[in-house]
């Protein structure tokens, strides 16, 4: 059974930096695009980082200029650079990705990292 799994949250404060992991596993084709989004409380889950197989990104425009998504094909893995964090970046953080199986599903979530940032 195929799983993303995200590291790499945890408290920090304003104007610091954080590198988010999201790691697939299990038995999988391939990845197509890979996608961060977060949820703070009480506000609807968006989108932050998105990056296709062929590596064509698009970020939300509040995390623009200051955060980076990349992958690794190599490793089924993706990576959220975030630096000059503010305090409205606090929310859980979540990997998503289209993964290609032996099964119909392609819709995959990562369980969620916290990242809390302090002013």
């Known amino acids: 059974q195929v799983q993303l799994v995200e590291s790499g949250g945890g408290l920090v404060q304003a104007g610091g930096s954080l590198r988010l992991s999201c790691a697939a596993s299990?038995?999988?084709?391939?990845?197509?695009?890979i996608g961060w989004y977060r949820q703070a409380p009480g506000k609807q889950r968006e989108m932050v980082a998105r990056i296709t197989s062929s590596a064509s990104r698009e970020y939300a425009n509040a995390v623009k200029g200051r955060f980076t998504i990349t992958r690794d094909n190599a490793k089924n893995a993706a990576y959220l650079q975030m630096d000059s964090l503010k305090p409205e970046d606090t929310a859980v953080y979540y990997c998503n990705a289209d993964i290609r199986t032996i099964n119909p599903k392609r819709d995959y979530w990562g369980q969620g990292t916290q990242v809390t940032v302090s002013s």
């Open positions: 299990g038995a999988l084709f391939s990845i197509n695009a």
